[in-house]
């Protein structure tokens, strides 16, 4: 099923004059309303008459996380307050909040968004589907829900806090979709096993997002589970969860391109990267009215495909993400991403999904320390045995990291389990 045949499928040619027009658009407004992006605009010596299609992108300044901070709270906000009907924010490790807002209209746009997504993981309707994102300034909660209310499904809004209460709720009401994040997912999974529920779950889909997870942790959902497993994609400044998706064939994540124009940039050099080759995603939003953003740097690493997928649409995909830029650890020099750690454990197959990396520094050289969760089977297992594991996944994790690690397996189920977005890094040497 697809939800905007009209959109999701359009030819590309079409598409580009319809992307043109509402980026005209969109400039002439900002430039009009937002002081910030008159001065941005007139510091490089353009006017918004200069941009006349999808051609000249390049030519308009690129937004990062550190505007909307200088302009918090509302200095990017392109329409007066009373159009504004809701806010959302996100929090960030450092600084101030990140705060968005929302018109009548944005809000219908990121509900449609939301409901080709879910349309897209199969969802409709027939089911029932738990929101367990967590509601609140955090766009997961609200934004899922409206989606699913659009596309006509039984929304049970449960949020995050009482997993306990999820599944049985899950059993009882015979829930048959799930949106919340993939690691807690797999906490839900371990809960239902716990309680001897698993086999009474009528779960067929679920749809998870908003921190990054590898294909080898989305086949294990799938296989613990009994269900299909879709990545969904988004941030708060462009709009929340619902910018992108991916469909059956797991090929990447489809764009909505419609509404927010992708482009993916050297992040030195800030220039295009060829099609399928990694760099910056960069979103331009072409429909928003409360806060439109022209470049809007994400610092998700990706690359993107202009091919048509083999399930019709013609929608843009984008590679499941590696991480952030600001999530890559440099040890002793190497780069380093928790989603190599967590595609060579799940290569393995011999611990569990849940870890935790801790760098440090000892005589200023770097270490990386990988607590690792071992199966129950393998912790009743003799020292000898253990010891032997610990060297295989020092071995693979030298392998996949090209530096060396020290491996320390910890019991079942002693990492602690988060239900929004998982913390997978302690990094001490910034903590001094
Ligand atoms: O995480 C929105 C969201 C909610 C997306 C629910 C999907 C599901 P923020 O809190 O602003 O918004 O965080 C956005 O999270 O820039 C990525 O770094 C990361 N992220 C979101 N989805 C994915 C994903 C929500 N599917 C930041 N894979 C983004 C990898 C993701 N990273």
Not at 77 to 104: D, L
Not at 178 to 206: F, Q, R, W
Not at 272 to 294: Q, R, S
Request: aromatic share 6%.
């Amino acid at each position: 099923m697809i939800w905007n045949e009209a959109k999701e499928c359009m030819s590309r040619d079409e598409k580009i004059v319809l992307q043109g027009a509402r980026l005209v658009k969109t400039v002439d407004r900002v430039y009009h309303s937002v002081p910030f992006y008159r001065r941005k605009m007139q510091n490089i010596g353009i006017e918004p008459g200069d941009i006349r299609g999808i051609e000249d992108l390049e030519r308009l300044p690129f937004t990062t996380k550190a505007d909307l901070r200088e302009n918090y709270p509302f200095g990017l906000f392109a329409v007066p307050q009373s159009e504004i009907i809701r806010i959302h924010a996100s929090s960030g490790t450092t600084g101030k909040a990140t705060v968005v807002g929302y018109t009548r209209k944005d809000l219908d746009i990121w509900s449609e968004c939301v409901a080709r997504a879910f349309t897209m993981a199969g969802v409709s309707k027939d089911d029932i589907i738990q929101v367990a994102y967590g509601y609140g300034l955090f766009t997961g909660g609200l934004g899922a829900h409206n989606g699913a209310e659009k596309l006509g499904a039984t929304v049970v809004p449960m949020s995050t806090g009482n997993t306990k209460k999820l599944t049985t709720m899950m059993v009882d009401f015979g829930a048959t979709a799930i949106a919340c994040t993939p690691s807690y997912l797999l906490h839900i999974a371990e809960t239902l096993e716990e309680n001897g529920e698993i086999d009474m779950i009528k779960l067929k889909v679920a749809i998870c997002g908003a921190e990054p997870w590898t294909e080898n942790m989305r086949k294990q959902i799938e296989a613990k589970l009994n269900i299909h497993a879709h990545d969904i994609y988004g941030l708060s400044e462009i709009m929340g969860p619902g910018v992108a998706c991916d469909c059956e064939y797991h090929k990447g994540l489809h764009v909505y391109d419609d509404h927010f124009l992708p482009e993916v940039i050297d992040p030195d050099t800030l220039s295009a990267v060829a099609e399928d080759e990694l760099g910056e995603l960069v979103f331009t939003t072409i429909t928003k009215e409360g806060i439109p953003l022209l470049r809007y740097r994400t610092r998700d690493l990706t690359s993107i495909s202009y091919e048509t997928c083999e399930c019709g649409r013609t929608l843009p995909r984008i590679s499941r993400f590696k991480g952030r830029s600001d999530d890559m650890l440099i040890i002793r020099g190497v780069n380093v991403f928790p989603s190599q750690v967590e595609a060579a454990l799940l290569e393995m197959g011999e611990t569990s999904p849940h870890y935790m990396m801790i760098v440090d520094r000892a005589n200023n050289l770097d270490t990386l320390e990988v607590q690792v969760e071992v199966n129950e089977r393998f912790f009743s297992d003799e020292i000898k045995e253990l010891e032997k594991l610990t060297k295989r996944i020092e071995h693979s994790l030298q392998q996949a990291l090209g530096i060396a690690a020290k491996v320390k397996l910890v019991e079942p189920k002693s990492i602690e389990r988060s239900m929004g977005k998982a913390v997978r890094v302690i990094d001490k040497r910034k903590l001094v």
